[in-house]
């Protein structure tokens, strides 16, 4: 019988000072004064691409400074776990709280930051520089001149340490990477968008190159994804040699288990080369969207100046997972269609079209929406209407899915994203399983940092995944689940 190192794969300060031998000198102290507000609404910034702000924008440390601390930074919140071990929370939420993410920037001489290569220490809010100089070519190299690489100020490579799911999860594990993932970066692109920072996802590069450059193995921790942040009119400059890095770290557990399965899938949908990642994004993705076959219900989302005004950098903080919600009223179908609306407008990414309708369908488990019998629908994002599937109280089965989770059954809304896996793999071989599973955590995390502007709240969940696609077939014949998230009205408890 295996038994994980508990304490230690919790302990964000066992796991976060891997870098703790690097002088001091070289730490930048982020002061959390950097942490303003702007003036676009959170479902104005949750709604945007990424590719909307045009010109050059260069962002400073402040920007760098919010994106670390609200995309994968701690919540003012501790709990005692029942062995005794502090609980330390982050601001984007994770699978069983096993936070297994980093961030590193790749800079160019900023405002305010030489440039170089940083981690974003979330202990203690510090970055702290791995490299001195301008590296940025090296992931220009690796991505055979992607444009928004060549011209992006910053780099965000975001990794995972899969240990720290894997204890818990096994296997597993590799899947909450992109869930996790991109609920992490669907904060940093509406944190950004909050800067009038443009973004673009870049999932084509060369791993081991990219690893190497962040100072990563890519078998214990390894990158998996990058995003361009900002825009300058020079190409990057001439990079230095990239060597080694050597820095002591940590030790996580007191012994580790070793999940081949996780390696051996990450390595089977890396690329070797430039060339390489050029040709994998060479031809945009675009799907055709199923075509609605039964009456479309048009959404009405608030208007733009009826949108709450609170900004990102105000939501985030107090966003939870919502586990209990008030099954006696109904949430509005404003809130219901502003919320779709909002979370569906899809991001920049260097292997899609511009405006592309999203890789996955939207199915629905709509328990408690006013002015919607409840039942199975299907969101049509492009027509801005959902479409009735099948009329019925399905909350129970809402439960089973959910592997007996009762949060189910008492929300609102369960929103499943699924994909059909085959001609996405067709056209990006392995690696569109990477994309499959950013989109649908991306959006979700859009849907879930919005039900919070609109007094609401949400909660990711496991489900069982083939019965998923079982339960929304025909319709869904030949997909595969990849991500639910609930939401509703909160109900108070006790502990609230
Ligand atoms: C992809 C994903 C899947 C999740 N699955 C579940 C789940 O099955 N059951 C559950 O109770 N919470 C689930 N959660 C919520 C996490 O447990 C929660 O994010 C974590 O404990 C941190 O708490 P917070 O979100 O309140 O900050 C999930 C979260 C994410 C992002």
Not at 365 to 373: C, K, M
Not at 435 to 451: D, E, I, P
Request: a neutral charge; charged letters at 20%; aromatic letters at 8%.
């Amino acid at each position: 019988m295996w038994h994980a190192g508990r304490s230690d794969s919790r302990s964000f300060y066992a796991l976060y000072n891997r870098r703790a031998a690097l002088n001091l000198a070289q730490c930048l102290r982020l002061d959390l004064s950097h942490i303003i507000c702007t003036d676009l609404q959170t479902l104005g910034a949750i709604a945007r691409t990424g590719a909307e702000p045009i010109g050059v924008i260069v962002p400073d440390l402040a920007a760098l400074a919010r994106i670390g601390l609200l995309a994968n930074g701690l919540l003012n919140r501790q709990r005692m776990s029942q062995s005794g071990a502090t609980i330390e929370y982050r601001t984007a939420g994770g699978t069983g709280a096993r936070y297994h993410l980093e961030l590193y920037f790749v800079c160019a001489d900023l405002p305010d930051l030489a440039a170089g290569i940083y981690h974003y220490a979330a202990h203690d809010h510090t970055l702290r520089q791995l490299r001195a100089g301008d590296f940025r070519g090296a992931l220009v190299e690796a991505t055979d001149g992607e444009p928004a690489v060549a011209h992006a100020p910053v780099m965000l490579g975001v990794t995972s340490t899969f240990w720290r799911n894997a204890w818990r999860y096994k296997g597993r594990a590799y899947r909450h990477t992109y869930w996790d993932a991109g609920t992490s970066l669907s904060h940093v692109l509406a944190v950004a968008a909050s800067a009038g920072l443009p973004t673009e996802l870049v999932l084509g590069y060369a791993d081991a190159p990219v690893n190497g450059l962040l100072g990563v193995d890519g078998e214990r921790e390894a990158t998996v994804a990058l995003c361009a942040i900002g825009r300058m009119n020079d190409s990057t400059a001439r990079t230095p040699t990239v060597q080694a890095l050597d820095y002591p770290t940590r030790v996580i557990s007191s012994r580790e288990v070793a999940f081949p399965i996780i390696p051996a899938m990450h390595g089977a949908s890396s690329l070797a080369s430039g060339l390489e990642a050029s040709t994998w994004r060479a031809e945009p993705g675009r799907r055709v969207p199923p075509a609605p076959q039964g009456t479309l219900i048009s959404l009405q989302p608030l208007p733009a100046d009826q949108l709450p005004p609170e900004p990102i950098e105000a939501i985030i903080p107090r966003r939870r997972s919502t586990r209990h919600f008030d099954t006696d009223v109904g949430i509005p179908f404003q809130a219901f269609s502003t919320l779709l609306d909002r979370s569906s407008r899809g991001f920049a990414a260097d292997c899609l079209a511009p405006d592309a309708p999203p890789l996955h369908d939207l199915y629905l488990i709509v328990n408690g929406v006013e002015g919607l019998v409840p039942g199975v629908y299907l969101h049509h994002p492009r027509r801005n209407a959902v479409e009735l599937l099948k009329e019925g109280n399905f909350r129970q089965q809402a439960e089973r899915l959910a592997a007996q989770q009762g949060y189910a059954a008492d929300a609102h809304m369960n929103c499943y994203y699924l994909t059909d896996l085959g001609p996405l793999l067709n056209r990006f071989g392995n690696r569109g399983y990477r994309l499959a599973h950013l989109g649908c955590s991306l959006s979700a995390g859009k849907l879930h940092l919005g039900t919070h502007t609109l007094g609401l709240g949400a909660v990711g969940s496991t489900s069982l995944d083939d019965e998923v696609t079982e339960f929304f077939s025909p319709h869904a014949a030949g997909k595969s689940y990849m991500f639910i998230t609930v939401f509703g009205k909160r109900r108070r408890t006790s502990k609230q």
